[in-house]
């Protein structure tokens, strides 16, 4: 069996996951569209492309996600390069970069706090190419990532940082917003184990017994950096949201709000610092 629509067919018969996938890791191994595929059934796959796109569909049988098999995901609409050392962005993480645009901000300078694959940090970059953005990340791994996403999508307004949160970061309050999806799954939760997680990076997705350790320093931390009138958006957990807008609360921040993705899961926060040092 080596017809596009003779692999296609065994394909239906997986499970769901591999059955949807399988069609996108076909299209990846012969560097087509999906839409080709169904318009050449007939096409005979070569010795080499069979065994690769084999290799990659078992790998995905075995819960690894989509997107390290092809290098690949996409984010609003932005094609960005993923590895195995940045978090796989995903869609919730959109209200992010939606609530960052509809803030009343004209020219501003923004930090991006643990980057990955420069997911948020390319979006704004894309809708916004007067904004100067500073994106950090821990992980010099990610950061490589992170800069040939920047390369190849053409940002010149993305500056890369090592660094952990606030720690290497240097200046007089220089940011009118900071964003941040940091870790928020607490260590030990079952979720952990589903859904392609274990292949994913674990300093990018846990943060201590709560999942709160990171978020409580960004939100701590954020004041210090911010202009008077600046804001700070974080992603959270589902069950965060009251935690969280306490956080804001303690460090100063006023008109907090979560907003809820399209699940209707509490999922971020945002809030602004108008003290004056
Ligand atoms: N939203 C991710 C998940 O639970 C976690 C991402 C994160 O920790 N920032 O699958």
Not at 7 to 31: C, K, T
Not at 69 to 82: K, N
Not at 125 to 144: K, N, Y
Request: with cysteine; glycine share 8%; aromatic share 6%.
């Amino acid at each position: 069996m080596n017809k596009v629509g003779e692999l296609l067919g065994a394909a239906a018969a997986l499970n769901q996951e591999a059955a949807a996938d399988a069609p996108l890791i076909l299209a990846h191994v012969l560097r087509k569209d999906r839409s080709w595929l169904y318009a050449w059934p007939e096409y005979q796959l070569d010795d080499r492309a069979l065994a690769q796109y084999e290799t990659l569909l078992q790998r995905r049988l075995d819960g690894e996600p989509l997107a390290y098999l092809t290098g690949h995901r996409e984010f609003w609409s932005l094609d960005l390069l993923v590895t195995p050392a940045t978090l796989i962005p995903r869609p919730e993480t959109e209200l992010l970069v939606e609530a960052a645009l509809g803030l009343p901000l004209q020219q501003a300078r923004v930090l991006d706090l643990g980057t990955g694959s420069g997911a948020i940090a390319l979006a704004l970059a894309s809708e916004r190419p007067h904004w100067h953005i500073t994106a950090t990340d821990i992980s010099e791994e990610a950061l490589e990532v992170a800069a040939r996403n920047v390369k190849r999508l053409q940002a010149a307004n993305i500056r890369l940082l090592h660094s952990h949160w606030f720690e290497f970061l240097h200046g007089n309050r220089p940011y009118q917003l900071i964003i941040s999806n940091p870790p928020y799954v607490a260590e030990g939760d079952p979720h952990l184990r589903e859904d392609g997680l274990p292949h994913e990076p674990a300093a990018a997705l846990t943060a201590g017994p709560d999942g709160l350790n990171d978020l409580r320093t960004i939100v701590a931390g954020a004041p210090g950096f911010l202009q008077p009138g600046g804001w700070l958006i974080v992603e959270h957990g589902m069950d965060q949201g009251t935690t969280v807008r306490r956080l804001f609360g303690t460090a100063g921040f006023e008109t907090v709000e979560t907003r809820q993705d399209l699940e209707r899961r509490d999922r971020i926060t945002l809030g602004c610092y108008s003290r004056s040092p």
